[in-house]
């Protein structure tokens, strides 16, 4: 193929386009030149060594070919950077008598985006002879026509232009007439048969003679027709058209069988000579079928739909005959007035169909707009909706380039239904929209989010082991594997929390779970954090509070602190029989380790040796005289409390108090049997036996207090409840407050002193101390012992 130099190209820039040329544009032409007819796939050029682009550029930077036809009649290797012919071009089809035939077309480049433009010239080829449209011409002449008269014949069409096209007509030899070619400001050639010498109709009355119509091919091309010529007598008036050339104007959209316009044509012969009729002469195919004349009235109608695109004038060539055979020939010019009937045209080059989120700006795709209408009805306007981060750039002729105008947020927006409108500038407005699809795909750019920054859950004690206690929830507002979230508990900030023993959590979903029973008495809450951690890449995750309240249950039943129980040493308590009635003859201490209504104890009398002298007060455990004691009343009395507490169902403890009525602590008493018969109270033995008594029961209260701090203590060890623990054969030496049990109306403190390291210290047991530091009531008092190194303080 031969390459033609490259020329400057420029074109006009339509206001209402708005087309600019870029920095990326090459500001000069492609132009190359191939045969036509040539097959597809044929070599039109080497385009990467033209583009002065390196091996491989092409493909790396989606390198396409468009027509200005809108047809794609080229393609790129982008392998080899060759140009290459996608189909056989017909330059007659393209082109029509054109005889320069250029196609142009535009090679455009992405990342970055980059214009040349290019004309590939097409060559034409002899391979279509000259044809005329009649196998035979009929020519009257009349008798009295001179030599050197000239008769136009009909022309032959040949689509072949150039020297491949007709040249000239020869016709078969005689002594009458000759034929000279003519050439018309058009290009086009016309047949003249020229009279060489006078005729006598009586000597020949016919002639019939071969015209040959001759292109300049190599080899040439021929066609032919038979010319029959009639003499007729003489008729010496030609028909004259009264206006010629006729100009006129006919819209495109004009219905079939319009009135196009009258002619008129006058004889000034008489009788039969002087009628004239109408007709085309020498039409093309093209004329004869969009085009009639009435051949009385010489009216012209519209015969087929005109197309300005196709066609936007008409040259036609009208003949008036008398009877006589003489005629006259005239000219009309139509030319076709474009109406807006065509709607823009759009066609995507390049389009990207997803596009990452966060990106700066990106081509989403490349269009080209166009009209094949002209004037005000080809000008175009295009444009998209104002509420799309999108933008329209101007990029070369007729191409634009839709980018974005920033980055996208696919959590805000993530798919795009852009409209492109191109409107046209005619009357009426014609548009045309082309809908894109762009897709914003996903980036990990959001952390998982918790419904709640803290969770408070509760269950109660003693819950089975895998006890679902409750869940966590957090969002990602990503999607597919940046949003798939996994839960994880996170190391607890007390190191002595043995978090991994006490729950687990379901990574999935969520769900908590507590992984074995808990005691509230040992554990009552405690705090972790849990995280949500993304799939993404990097992964993102957050992480939220979770407090864990552990409900009590009733499952401790109320201990009693005073009197303790010892089947050995049994606690009898003196009661004065001069005591008045609400004389407090002991109270009785009791604690419950589980809390709330589980822990609020009340106090009855269960039993009593005599019923109605002795009372307990129901919520401070206080037992106290009812009446006034009489010398009738027995010296021995046993009183079964009970304690119980409030919770659901209830628990219980029962203590059994001993009360020895006596004339006075002065007084020495001696234990009385079961049976306490009155005889055995002799006066001589009363004080030896108060002395006896006291002593037994100093070394019962010490030891029944020495059992208590060493059963608390272990409680303490085994569960949280104490502050104390005792090293084997010791008691600590600080006070323990047992207060807030909930179940007396006051707060009472006693104070039990131990001796140090006898190992059989003495004890003292006080009234009630007061928060204001006040004894109330004189009590009784067993033993004192001023060196206390241990003290228990019972509320």
Known sequence: ?????????????????????????????????????????????????????????????????????????????????????????????????????????????????????????????????????????????????????????????????????????????????????????????????????????????????????????????????????????????????????????????????????????RDADAGNFGNVSYGLFQPSDDIKQTFSINEVTGEIRLRKKLDFEKIKSYHVEIEAVDGGGLSGKGTVFIEVVDVNDNAPELSISSLTSSIPENAPETIVSIFRVGDRDSGDNGKMICSIPDNMPFILKPTFKNFYTLVTEGPLDRESRAQYNITITVTDLGTPRLKTEHSITVLVSDVNDNAPAFSQTSYTLSVRENNSPALHIGGVSATDRDSGSNAQLTYSLLPPHDPHLPLASLVSINADNGQLFALRALDFEALQAFEFRVGATDRGSPALSSQALVRVVVLDDNDNSPFVLYPLQNASAPCTELVPRAAEPGYLVTKVVAVDGDSGQNAWLSFQLLKATEPGLFGVWAHNGEVRTARLLSERDAARHRLVVLVKDNGEPPLSASV????????????????????????????????????????????????????????????????????????????????????????????????????????????????????????????????????????????
């Not at 809108?70 to 012919?85: A, E, I």
């Not at 033993?783 to 228990?792: A, D, G, I, Q, V």
Request: proline share 6%.
């Open 1 to 265: 193929m031969e390459k033609l130099q490259r020329i400057p190209s420029s074109r006009q820039v339509i206001a209402f386009i708005f087309m600019m040329f870029l920095s990326q544009i090459r500001p000069e032409s492609l132009r190359y030149s191939i045969k036509e007819e040539i097959e597809n796939g044929s070599f039109v050029a080497h385009l990467i060594k033209d583009l002065g682009l390196g091996t491989g550029e092409l493909a790396a930077r989606s390198a396409r070919v468009v027509s200005d036809d809108y047809k794609q009649r080229l393609l790129v290797d982008p392998q080899t950077g060759d140009l290459l012919l996608r189909e056989k071009i017909d330059r007659e089809e393209l082109c029509g008598p054109i005889e320069q035939c250029v196609l142009h077309f535009q090679v455009f480049l992405e990342m970055p985006v980059q214009f040349f433009q290019g004309e590939l010239w097409i060559q034409d080829i002899n391979d279509h002879s000259p044809v005329f449209t009649d196998r035979e011409v009929l020519l009257k002449i009349p008798e009295n026509s001179q030599a050197g008269t000239i008769f136009p014949l009909k022309v032959a069409q040949d689509l072949d232009v150039g020297s491949n096209g007709l040249q000239k007509y020869t016709i078969s030899p005689n002594s009458h007439f000759h034929v000279l070619t003519r050439n018309q400001s058009e290009g086009k050639k016309y047949p003249d048969l020229v009279q060489d010498k006078a005729l006598d109709r009586e000597e020949q009355p016919e002639f019939s003679l071969t015209l040959a119509a001759l292109d300049g091919g190599s080899p040439p091309r021929s066609g032919t027709v038979t010319v029959r010529i009639l003499i007729m007598d003489v008729n010496d008036n030609a028909p004259e058209f009264v206006h010629t050339p006729y100009e006129v104007q006919v819209l495109e959209n004009s219905p079939l069988d319009s009135p196009i316009l009258s002619v008129l044509a």
């Open 656 to 795: 059994t108090l001993h009360v020895l009525l006596v004339d006075g602590f002065s007084q020495p008493y001696l234990p009385l049997p079961e049976v306490a018969p009155e005889r055995a109270q002799a006066d001589s033995l009363t004080v030896y036996l108060v002395i006896a008594l006291a002593s037994v029961s100093s070394l019962f209260l010490f030891s029944v207090l020495v059992f208590v701090a060493v059963r608390l203590c272990r409680r303490r060890r085994a569960a949280p409840l104490g502050v104390c623990s005792v090293p084997e054969g010791h008691f600590p030496g600080h006070l323990v407050d047992v207060s807030g049990t909930g179940t007396l109306s006051q707060s009472y403190q006693y104070e039990v002193c131990l001796a140090g390291d006898s190992g059989s210290g003495e004890f003292k047991f006080l009234k009630p101390i007061f928060p204001n530091l006040l004894v109330q009531d004189t009590g009784t008092e067993i033993k004192e012992k001023s060196n206390c190194r241990n003290s228990f303080i019972f509320s």
